[in-house]
């Protein structure tokens, strides 16, 4: 590389000064291929001009890379910005605590269009539910309220998809049940559908935990994360002083409150919870509303069934089943209790 004479300067100067550039041009070049966004950014090449000297080369070089340089923070600048925006969107989901994140599914909107169930005993068909039409929204919080026999447990059986209409259709998240195949409509009840049952099916011989773990054993879940999984939610219920007990030891209270544990096991989008505080004192039945509240304004939707007007009083929108004690039009009536339900 070529220097310029400067009057006075000694040949040891001048070498000095020499390879001073040259460490200078050397970092220059080190520093071209260190632009990160040199290759998506397009910078005009730096192109010698006839008359101009090395040294004069190198200063222009280094001018257009870092306008290069500043070209390219330019062009990074958003995406910086953005990815900062996003930190600040995801950071209170991080800072939150948050005990039920990992325990619910998407949530469920339902539609019934005129279903009628007839329950044919033999000697008369009974009409538990009659042309009823419902339509429950994603994370709504819904209480079904009327008095007994009038078809509410028909009616949450239709929604879970334990049992079919004999007329009308049931959709869940759109789609019909009825056109599910089995492997779907399975997975529906199993991985979807949460039902509390006012009878709790509780399997009698097992203890509290290992009736919690089973949805998650035919769920496909690994023993460790069950095992887990079920003792949180005894501990949700406040029974875990009760874990080991089989569940037919169990009072009705502590029997009923294994369901609404069992009931949360897989993430269920849809909790139908079938008068799930009738067994319960105020103080045990306040806990478990407080929970179908709670999971509810963490987006599930949950449909409540209950005589009780105050326990309705949880839920965002109460819809009553009209009882009118009607004999099937195909059998004389004998007394029996009938229903035909309407909302
Ligand atoms: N499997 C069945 N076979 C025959 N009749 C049935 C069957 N299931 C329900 N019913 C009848 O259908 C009607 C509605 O029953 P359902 O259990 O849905 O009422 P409910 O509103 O839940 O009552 P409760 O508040 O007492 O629990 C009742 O008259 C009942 O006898
Ligand atoms: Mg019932």
């Known amino acids: 590389m070529a220097t310029a004479v400067r009057p006075g300067e000694d040949e040891k100067g001048r070498k000095g000064r020499r390879s001073r550039a040259r460490a200078r041009a050397d970092a220059l070049a080190d520093s071209a291929v260190t632009i990160p966004i040199a290759e998506t950014v397009p910078v005009a090449p730096a192109v010698p001009q006839p008359s101009e000297s090395p040294v004069a080369a190198a200063v222009r070089a280094r001018r257009e890379r870092k306008q290069a340089a500043a070209v390219a923070a330019a062009a990074l600048a958003p995406r ?42 033999g000697d008369m068909k009974v009409a538990a539910l009659r042309e009823v039409s419902l339509e429950i929204g994603p994370g709504e919080f819904v ?67 290992e009736n919690v773990i089973l949805p998650l054993t035919l769920a496909g879940v ?18 875990e002083g009760r874990s080991r007990m089989r569940a037919s030891r169990l009072s009705g209270g502590e029997q009923q409150k294994v ?50 007007p105050e326990v309705a009083r949880h839920a965002q929108r109460a819809v009553r089943m009209v009882c009118r004690t009607r004999c099937s039009p195909l059998r004389a009536c004998t007394g029996a209790t009938r229903s035909d339900s309407v909302c």
């Open 80 to 121: 910086v910005a953005r990815a900062a925006a996003e930190e600040v969107e995801r950071e209170p989901e991080a800072a939150e605590p948050e005990p039920f994140h990992d325990l619910l599914g998407q949530a469920i909107g339902l539609r019934l269009d005129a279903v009628t169930r007839e329950f044919d005993t």
């Open 143 to 209: 209480a079904v309220i009327g008095p007994s026999g009038c078809g509410k447990t028909t009616l949450l059986s239709m929604m879970g998809g334990l049992d079919q209409p004999t007329t009308g259709q049931v959709y869940a998240a759109g789609v019909a049940l009825d056109q599910l195949s089995d492997e779907a409509l399975a997975d529906y009840r199993l991985q979807r559908v949460s039902t509390i049952f006012q009878t709790f099916n509780l399997v009698p011989g097992m203890s509290a935990e």
């Open 222 to 239: 690994e023993p460790e994360e069950r095992r887990s999984r079920a003792r949180r939610l005894l501990e949700l219920v406040g029974l």
């Open 259 to 308: 369901a609404v544990a069992r009931a949360l096991a897989n993430r269920p989008g849809l909790v139908l919870a079938d008068e799930p505080t009738g067994s319960l004192d105020s103080v045990a039945g306040e806990r478990v509303l407080n929970l179908l509240r709670d999971l509810n304004r963490r987006g599930a939707t949950v449909v409540l069934v209950t005589h009780d």
